[in-house]
């Protein structure tokens, strides 16, 4: 079984055939055997000179844990030390389903860059990846002369079955458990001395909010068993989280759906994506008898009755989608970013190339193709209505009660995942914990989130172990807009520190205060100009890119399509399309390290402008799939 999170099935890199194929010359990897159970093995090697940490003394480990299955499941890990001895580990959790976590962690999340996760596969298999349709064909195609060459590209993918992905978040928060026993076994220096749990942080972006949810609580189980004989409390550690921190995320539709029309024309960048009277149509759809909650309330229902719910739950998916969000897609504006266009998504691809090219294959050990998505991941979590089974607010307000310190991270620049759905989220989650929480939380106001010591990268409100922040000028991907923001509030979730400040707080008391809503306006930033990424072709390329593909035409330089080689930004001559690689981007030596800052005034000045579109490496180590705390 492929674990949907960080599956990696296609190739990117672009007109040359390459199957991989194991370096005889290359370093053995380390194989080490779960204790707890002898089927989950785990090989990894110390990957050289593919990443530049700040100290030259923090390990990485990079290698794949194959965990129990019907069929083989290999989940791809990179693991890199804090640059302090920590006792607490970090997951990060890209969504999709299907999506590797590298799109975040190579956009803002990484220590470094270049920097590599995903990977997964189950059975390395021979195929052609088709750029215009995103799919990978078994066997691999022949050369066809009345397309451009650049279009498929061979490689080894996974088998591609449908049989070899999970279809649930239930099924992926087991493949994981799986992994970090096998993790922790392979690295003991890691883990706590005798009996004790291991602390865990666990964050997830977009879809990574239901599994946040989902795994929080099969974990749980887990630990249960292990208490009460079912696990062997001898061969196996008890993963308790402390930290739980969503980006973006989607957690529960019925909660942050009937916002979407509302942002799309009343958003706080004046962008009007539909009419008004659209907005209303799309909203009296949404509460309409047999429409998208209507259908979302019987799925939930449905869960508990002989059968199963997944025929109810895949309506409920398909209604809400067609009803409520494809209007604004039809608006042409990117889902993840408001301010940007619908065929030029951002964060960038530019990784997906360079984690193609033979040297890093080589260096990884990797037997199969760097991919950025699995489609048959997403075809199967849409079969069963996952994303609709709702009760992911319960599993949350429950990790509050348990002590878990929990917070909402949301960029306002997001549609698909909104901020206005992320702060009624955040406030579904405190009813439903109950007590002071109930009270409190709603009663806060908001404070600015200082960030240094003369700019405010957003607002959040707080109280005790719950804070729901919403981030200025950034999209879906937080830490690509906004990295240094993205940090400091990282860190003081997992600190348990004011989101605000960075100070210290007595969890049971503290509450910020301010304005009951966060009133901040901008500009939207222009867009900019469209990259066609060939390995993302169906997502980033416009109708002009696909006139190419079909003609014959345009040339791949480091795996962005142009029309002729003196489009290439940086052409000085016409290079070849064939030869051209992309160079790792090293930090320097000198650069100034982001740490935690406890701030000791709000500053005085508005908000600092930053660029709009990302700001380059930021030093965390939020690292798929396991990290220590920076």
């Not at 729901?468 to 348990?496: K, L």
Request: charged share 15%; with cysteine.
């Amino acid at each position: 079984m492929l674990f949907p999170l960080t599956i990696l099935l296609l190739a990117s890199r672009a007109a040359r055939a390459q199957f991989v194929s194991v370096d005889p010359d290359g370093p053995p990897p380390t194989v080490v055997r779960s204790p707890g159970d002898a089927s989950v093995v785990v090989t990894y090697r110390e990957p050289r000179n593919l990443c530049t940490t700040v100290f030259d003394g923090q390990k990485q480990y990079a290698g794949w844990a194959s965990v129990p299955a019907q069929v083989p499941t290999n989940l791809f890990f990179w693991f890199v030390e804090a640059r302090e001895p920590t006792t607490s580990l970090t997951i990060w959790l890209n969504g999709g389903p299907g999506a590797s976590s590298l799109f975040s962690f190579f956009n803002g999340v990484g220590p470094c860059e270049p920097n590599l996760v995903g990977f997964s596969y189950d059975v390395p298999t021979n195929g052609t990846f088709y750029a215009l349709s995103d799919a990978i064909l078994t066997p691999p195609m022949a050369p066809d002369s009345s397309r451009a060459p650049w279009t498929t590209i061979n490689g080894t993918f996974g088998t591609n079955r449908p049989g070899s992905t999970a279809s649930s978040t239930n099924e992926a928060a087991m493949g994981v458990w799986h992994l970090l026993q096998g993790f922790l076994a392979a690295f003991p220096k890691y883990r706590p001395p005798l009996d004790a749990p291991v602390g865990l942080s666990l964050f997830g972006q977009s879809y990574g909010g239901i599994y946040a949810a989902v795994f929080a609580e099969v974990w749980e189980a887990q630990n249960k068993k292990r208490l009460d004989g079912t696990l062997n409390r001898q061969t196996t550690l008890e993963l308790r989280l402390t930290s739980v921190g969503i980006v973006n995320g989607y957690v529960e539709p019925m909660v942050q759906t009937p916002f979407s029309p509302a942002f799309a024309i009343n958003n706080t960048y004046g962008i009007k994506a539909m009419s008004d009277r659209e907005a209303q149509l799309y909203q009296a759809k949404f509460t309409a008898s047999g429409g998208c909650a209507d259908l979302l309330s019987k799925c939930m229902a449905a869960q508990s009755q002989p059968g199963g719910a997944d025929a109810i739950c895949l309506i409920a998916s398909r209604t809400c989608a067609d009803d409520v969000d494809e209007p604004y897609y039809n608006s042409g504006r990117g889902q993840n970013d408001i301010a940007s266009r619908g065929d030029n998504p951002q964060p960038p691809y530019w990784f997906v190339d360079y984690l193609n090219q033979p040297d890093v294959l080589r260096a990884l050990g990797s037997p199969v193709n760097f991919t950025a998505s699995n489609r048959i991941s997403a075809t199967n979590f849409a079969s069963t209505g996952d994303n609709t089974k709702g009760g992911n607010v319960a599993r949350l307000a429950d990790l509050l009660r348990r002590g878990v310190r929990l917070g909402f991270i949301y960029g306002d620049r997001d549609y698909i995942c909104n901020w206005f759905g992320g702060e009624a989220l955040s406030l579904a989650v405190a009813r439903q914990a109950g007590g002071e929480y109930a009270v409190k939380f709603p009663a806060a106001g908001y404070a600015p989130i200082v960030v240094n010591s003369s700019y405010i990268g957003g607002d959040v409100r707080q109280f005790g172990n719950l804070s729901f922040s919403r981030i200025f000028q950034a999209g879906h991907t937080v830490p690509y807009y906004q990295p240094e923001t993205a940090f400091q509030v990282f860190a003081r979730i997992v600190r348990g520190l004011s989101v605000s400040m960075g100070r210290s707080i007595d969890p049971a008391r503290y509450g910020t205060k301010g304005d009951r809503e966060s009133r901040h306006s901008d500009k939207a930033p222009s867009p900019p100009a469209p990259t066609c990424f060939v390995g993302s072709f169906a997502g980033t390329c416009d109708a002009e890119s696909y006139k190419l593909a079909r003609s014959g035409g345009g040339v791949v330089i480091n795996g962005v399509v142009y029309g002729k080689p003196e489009d290439w930004p940086l052409a000085s001559s016409k290079p070849q399309a064939d030869t051209t690689t992309v160079q790792a981007a090293k930090p320097s030596s000198a650069a100034t390290m982001t740490g935690v800052y406890v701030a000791t005034e709000t500053p005085g000045s508005a908000v600092r402008p930053l660029p709009a579109w990302g700001l380059g490496t930021v030093m965390l180590t939020l690292v798929s799939i396991v990290c220590g705390l920076t």
